[in-house]
């Protein structure tokens, strides 16, 4: 590691202008749980860091409209621990709880995660099967853009030099809506998704499903929006039938690859066995009276 | 003096009870020092330069522009160490050869896996030191390669080394190949038994390599002076081994070389041999500075020694009644870059629990383009074993026996003629099938998908050259140093224990340390689960001496005869009968006055203890199987095992537990996994994978106590045995499960999915 300058700036503004000077030799960090590791191991080496944690506006949960949005600097403990959000959005939360260890989750950013753009990153198919969209802010202004969008393949994503995203902006939760996540790994905690499926999906009055949005993650090149999983749903009353569906559209969305933490054959199956199982807790949640 | 110290039953105050162990503070506030928290003034950081291909031939290095770079003090390569002859030195329970070892610690014709180290840099700070890394150019004839041990014993293998012969075969094979060497154990007429058996199994299995995953990297510190004399801080298994190999390689007299043990955070078999060592002396040497190289866990798996992977081959037939009358195994192992696996031992504990007329095993000791293995906790023994008991496990489920009765018809008992050489005294292996089938755990009720596996191990226990040292302080307390590492078992707390009971005193009397290898005699590793017995046997040959000169001093103070002086309960007194009266004196009254009676009083003992207790182990273990996704969960796990007396039986459960942790992390889903380059791809602990706390229930233990009769407390060593049971415990419950029978590990998702799959799929 060479020479390498770290601001904490208190304002977007300042930290713009200083990322907008850095010639594209510089990382955001947030929690730094992951940007740590990588400068660590040698596979970065950033001459500035612009830590964003200082800056309030990025740190807020607030009902806006109806809707939640939060920071992209809040934590992941934060965002757990609020109890409003956690009613909410309990898939989000199920994506968030399984990020690192407690200690990790103190630290680590629902921004930071998205924009690492892991393919297996947790709290991101929760964000997309829940309708989130990110906030970004840079040089040319202010833009929204749905969370499906910001990775791109693994360690890139659509941000332009310069952009920060700012705050994950969900829809207004209506009545009889549910979502969970759900991932496998071969072991209880402290891994990384195999195969992660996200389900959030609402019901009418007579318990039939009027919309759903499933999501995949670990079985492509990063997370999936899976629209023929979501249809599947889509009008029934999330039984047996739909159920395997759902299932076989999920396994058919998926593009694996073989590799260290599993081969094609068995994320193709288990992306179809989770969706399902994520699909009959959201249909559980959504059944509750919120 | 007489060195082997017999059992006797008496009645005991400090062993078997549970006092808080000595290292216990300093470990929970963090002020224990491992290898890494050493550091002296004006120190360099040493990196090593290592392999990116699996096998090549080094046409040349270049180092001068690593040379150049400021702040980089002294770069070593092949060029810096000297030539060695082919010679064989034990270094824990195997044996390594100075030809290979050299070889192995720096490159020199060739690179033999991904990781092997080709040079290494000292600079004044890790950032320097890494760049010079990088301005080193080597240049390489990059070679095919050859990872799996079945493709590298076909004879067009890529052949590791030209001048390889098969040892063990006649006649000499007329060309070299990877199978260095074939050993055979046999007893009876292996074909005359198949011949009597009414049912016979035969099936494969295969295991990968897993490595030790000790939480503290490799760490040493080297300070070498002008005077040619150096000191060592390095974390091992063992000082005075580190000493001989590095003074071996180093060309240095060992008196000038003094090693100070760490404290270790893990072992298991993996800090038995050098790595980093000779090359920081060797730099600290050439730069004039002390240098610290701290191994990156990326380094660790890349470089140090994994166990085994392996392909197993076992037979066995028996009668209708569940008389085994036939058993045959073939094994063979990886060895890595070097041969020398653990396939011996594997050997000799393959069938050793039962009672055979007919065995044969044949072994084959197998190099590939991987790090050389290393010992790991009864190296070998559980994936032979692995084999063994998927098959006693169908033989009794074909024959509707129940499978700890199948065993007991079997099992192995005092006078047991082994197969690989000596008869069985008292051994403890039938108490702990007989304790495991009254175990409420093995009557337990299970629900779907949940199965129940048993599973047994063996493993000898040794015992070697041990030095101890006690001192009578001039307060009555005692300083009792000890040679061989606390390999962090706790065993420092049991030596101590055992010195009390002996002085008849208060353990928190006795602090016992750990000496450096100037300080004391040699000892071997702590490895072979010696550390309880042989130290502890070493400690009360100390103890008993110190008190002879303690029964001496105090009859020359009361003027009565030796013989009338008994020691009992920390006190001097009359031995009775005519011998003669006098007030007694406590161990604090004759510290007070030894300088003025003839000087401290101190015991030693350098032994090379004989007798050690084999131990035998039996597991139950309860698995639930998600047949959709393949993952294998641990609902319930009890091992009993016969440890023959438990010193502290905190830590001999600690040992139990941990030992089936392993056990359990090998069987689910610890592996390495090497790309088509040969490139191990996952060198870290996110993708591979130990059990983490979560992973497992509490594991239940039962110690059995058959005391070892060469023991002066009846110890056997009790570490290694709880590793082998796990895999086909394991296997064993899943099949029960699921009527699946799986025979290769790990037992990770995929593979249990598509087992699963390949069974539906063959049914319908």
Redesign the interface.
Known sequence: MSDMLYEAPGTLRAALALLSGANGKARVMAGGTDLLIQMRSGRIEPELLVDIKHIPDLRAIALKRGGFQFGSAVTCMELIEHEAFARAWPGVIDGVKLIGSIQVKGRATVGGNVCNASPAADSVPALIAAGALARIVGPDGKRDVPVEDIPTGPGKTSLASGEIVVSFILPKRLPRSGDAYLRFIPRTEMDIAVVGAGVNLTLDRRGFCTLARVSLGAVAERALLVSEAAAALVGTKVDDAALRQLAAAASAACRPIDDKRGTKEFRFKVAGVLARRAAEIALQRAGRKN | MSTMIKYEEKDLKVVGTRPLRPDGVDKVTGRARFGADYSLPGQLIGKVLRSPHAHARIKSIDTSKAEALPGVKAVVTRDDFAEMPVEFALSGELTVNFHDVTRNMMAREKVYYDGHPVAAVAATSE?IA?KALGLIEVEYEVLPHVIDVLEAMKPDAPLLHEEQYTEGVTPRPDKPSNLAKRMVFSRGDVEAGFRQADVIIEREFNTKPVHQGYIEPQACLASYTEDGQADLWTASQGHFVIRSQCAKVLQMEVSKLRVMPTELGGGFGGKNNIYNEPLAIALSRKSHRPVKMVMTR?EVFRATGPTSGANVRIKMGCTRDGRITAAHAELNFQAGAFPGSSVAMAAMCTFTRYDLEHARVVANDVTVNRPKVAAYRAPGAPIAVFGVESVIDEMAKKLGIDPIEFRLRNAAREGTQTYYGPKFGPIGYVQTLEQARAHPHYSAPLGPNQGRGVATGFWFNIGSETSSTINVNEDGTVTLMIGTVDVAGGSRAAMAMMVAEELGIDVDKVRPIIGDTSSMGFNFITAGSRGTFASGMACVAATRQAIDKLRQRVAQIREVPVEAVLWKDGHAVPAGGEAGQFAPMSLADVAKVAGRTGGTIAGHAEINAQGAGPGFGTHIVDVEVDK????IKILRYTVVQDVGKAIHPAYVEGQLQGGAVQGIGWA??EEY?YGDDGVL??PGF??Y?V??A??VPFIDTVIVEVPNPNHPYGVRGCGEVPIIAPMAAIANAVENAIGIRLCEQPM???RV??AI?DAAGAKA
């Open positions: 950032s890494r990326e959709q996704t393949g993952l689910l889903n996994v791809q996952n996110l993708d994978r059990p983490v979560s992973d990770s998702p995929p999915l598509k799959d």
